[in-house]
Structures are given as C-alpha cells and as structure tokens.
C-alpha cells in the first residue's frame, strides 16, 4: 500500500504565493508520473499539472507561467510552486502518482490540501 500525503495548503492573498508538497510512503518500486488537480467547490476535479519520472511536464491553460511542478525522485516527492495566485485557484488540491510494484502499476491519491486565495 502507498500512502500520499499533501502539505503546504493555506489562505494567501491574490497575488501570493504557496508552495504544495506531497511525499509518498509505503511499498513501492518506483514511482512514475506524479501530478496535481484540484477541485472547487461545485466543479470537477481538473488536472493542474503533471510531471514523469524523466521530468517532462505539462500544465493546465490556466496556470501556465504561474504554477511550477518539480520532484525530488530520491524523496519520492513532488512540489507545486504557485506563484501569482487568483481567487479562482481556490481549492482542494491533490496529489496523484502512479506506483509501479509487484509487477503492476497503480494509481494512488492523497487527502488534498485546501487552497483559499482571497482577493
């Protein structure tokens, strides 16, 4: 079993700036593409960016050149760098990875971190 757990959320003012974490733990061989999406209130859960094990990215339209994911693959981690923040970045955001173990890769999630920007 792998457990994902997500630091960082908070309340920023428009324009701000958070920092998201999100380490995984547990059994596992390698993780391979790591990403985040969130969800707001009334909406579905969108993907806001995502990164593979080589370090390759891409974004939601939305954050591009405000958002910034990374990882540190020797920590099993990946950050979200937000920078610029809107009040409609508000959400619950959480963290996604999938785990290659046992021969079969699986797709796990964290409990998310809720993220207040207020304008």
């Known amino acids: 079993q792998v457990q994902l757990v997500e630091s960082g959320g908070g309340l920023v003012q428009a324009g701000g700036s958070l920092r998201l974490s999100c380490a995984a733990s547990?059994?596992?061989?390698?993780?391979?593409?790591m990403a985040w999406y969130r969800q707001a209130p009334g909406k579905q859960r969108e993907l806001v960016a995502r990164?593979?094990?080589?370090?390759?990215?891409n974004y939601a339209d939305s954050v591009k050149g405000r958002f910034t994911i990374s990882r540190d693959n020797a920590k099993n981690t990946v950050y979200l760098q937000m920078n610029s923040l809107k009040p409609e970045d508000t959400a619950v955001y959480y963290c996604?990875?999938?785990?290659?173990?046992?021969?079969?890769?699986?797709?796990?999630w964290g409990q998310g971190t809720r993220v207040t920007v207020s304008s």
């Open positions: 990164i593979t094990r080589g370090l390759s990215t």
């Open positions: 547990g059994s596992m061989f390698s993780i391979n593409t």
């Open positions: 996604n990875a999938d785990v290659y173990y046992g021969g079969r890769l699986s797709n796990y």
